[in-house]
């Protein structure tokens, strides 16, 4: 599966390598193809994650009510959803389709010789020894160019800090800021998140994590027109406190010497 997926990914590539002939660009150009077609479940996770940001408060009264019975929780969730129109599972619609391309891309990069198409100019490339992008062989990781010296793993290095950098950017873009901690949790992912899939990149070739860059500052271009047509997310609203006893009187010394007035009186 992973060689079929291989190969269908390095048509495109052989394609937009005859447009430029620079390795670098082409997953570039590949990336941004993949993201335009991918636009119509963008939009569709963006609009889902802001409606699962929306119904949060009512999210988390019912999770207080049938705290103790998490069968009938269920049941008023996917009310909830229904009745609200979300899909909690439109959120990750795009990395899920994404994700093939993720491991064909893999493959691709580790062995191009072995898949680009026969006669094709990229191969033709790969075969007299393609120059390196931007100082990186792309199909090595951050890894392995680290333990062949520092120098030469420095733009490497700048890559996967550019996946978290970038990423930290998407997710923050779509994460609406709580100032009564309702949104702690996604706040929290938005931190947490980036900075897994930058150590995940370590181990990815530079040509990966040079897509995962391209599609990071796509989907923010993508997600700003979103938020022009549908507005930026609005955090939850602020949750009124329960009324507490009555406050005592401001001034008990003076509202004691009344009483005394009217005792005399």
């Known amino acids: 599966m992973l060689d079929s997926l291989a190969r269908i990914i390095a048509v495109p590539m052989s394609v937009f390598y005859d447009l430029i002939p620079n390795y670098g660009l082409s997953i570039i150009l590949l990336t941004l193809l993949i993201n335009l077609l991918l636009f119509p479940l963008t939009l569709k996770q ?3 994650t802001r409606a699962m940001q929306e119904i949060q408060p009512e999210v988390k009264k019912l999770q207080k009510e049938y705290k103790e019975d998490p ?3 269920n049941k008023e969730m996917m009310a909830l959803y229904k009745q609200k129109g979300v899909n909690p599972a439109g959120c990750l619609l795009p990395m899920l389709v994404q994700m093939p391309v993720w491991f064909g891309l893999f493959r ?3 062995s191009p010789d072995q898949f680009m198409p026969v006669g ?3 191969l033709a490339a790969f075969q007299k020894g393609l120059p390196n992008f931007l100082g990186m062989d792309l199909g090595v990781t951050p890894k392995d160019a680290l333990s062949a010296g520092w120098v030469g793993a420095i ?3 700048i890559v996967v800090v550019l996946v978290i950098a970038s990423g930290w950017i998407q997710s923050k873009q779509v994460t609406p ?3 009564d901690g309702t949104g702690q949790q996604a706040q929290l992912m938005t931190r947490i998140m980036p900075l897994l899939f930058g150590v995940f990149s370590f181990s990815f070739p530079a040509g990966l994590n040079l897509y995962f860059v391209t599609s990071n500052l796509f989907r923010v271009g993508q997600q ?3 938020f022009r047509m549908d507005g930026r997310p609005e955090p ?3 949750q009124k406190k329960e009324d507490g006893p009555p406050s005592a009187p401001k001034n008990p010394q003076g509202s004691a010497k009344k009483r005394k007035r009217r005792r005399r009186k």
Do not use: A, C, H, K
Request: charged fraction near 10%; glycine fraction near 4%.
């Open 46 to 48: 963006t609009r889902s």
């Open 71 to 73: 069968e009938t929780l």
């Open 108 to 110: 691709l990069l580790r």
């Open 120 to 122: 094709s100019n990229i």
């Open 155 to 157: 733009p490497y290095l």
């Open 177 to 179: 800021q709580s100032s």
């Open 224 to 226: 700003g027109m979103i």
């Open 236 to 238: 939850p609203p602020v």
